[in-house]
C-alpha cells in the first residue's frame, strides 16, 4: 500500500498518510496544524506482516548510488 510522506508548507510539520487513490490527496491535510498547503515528498512502501501490522519500508529506487 501507498504510504506518501508530506510536509505542510504553514508549520513545516513532516507526516505520513496511507493513501489508497490519487484522490485522497486531495484530503490530506496536516495533523497539526489543519493546513491543506502540503507538499507530497519520497514515497515509501507499507507492507503487511502477517500478524496484521504494517511497517515503512524505505524504498531504494531513488537512492544515489555509491
Same mark, same amino acid.
Given at each position: 500500500m501507498p $504510504? =506518501?510522506?508530506f510536509e505542510c508548507e504553514e508549520? *513545516?510539520?513532516n507526516f505520513e498518510e496511507l $493513501? =489508497?487513490?490519487s484522490s485522497d490527496q #486531495? #484530503?490530506?491535510?496536516?495533523p497539526q496544524c489543519a493546513s491543506i498547503k502540503v507538499n507530497k515528498k519520497l514515497s515509501t512502501v @507499507? @507492507? $503487511? /506482516? /502477517?500478524s496484521g501490522s /504494517? *511497517? /515503512?519500508v524505505a524504498s531504494s529506487v531513488c537512492a544515489p548510488s555509491g
Open positions: $504510504l =506518501f510522506g508549520c *513545516q510539520t $493513501l =489508497f487513490s #486531495e #484530503e490530506v491535510h496536516c @507499507a @507492507a $503487511l /506482516s /502477517s /504494517s *511497517q /515503512s
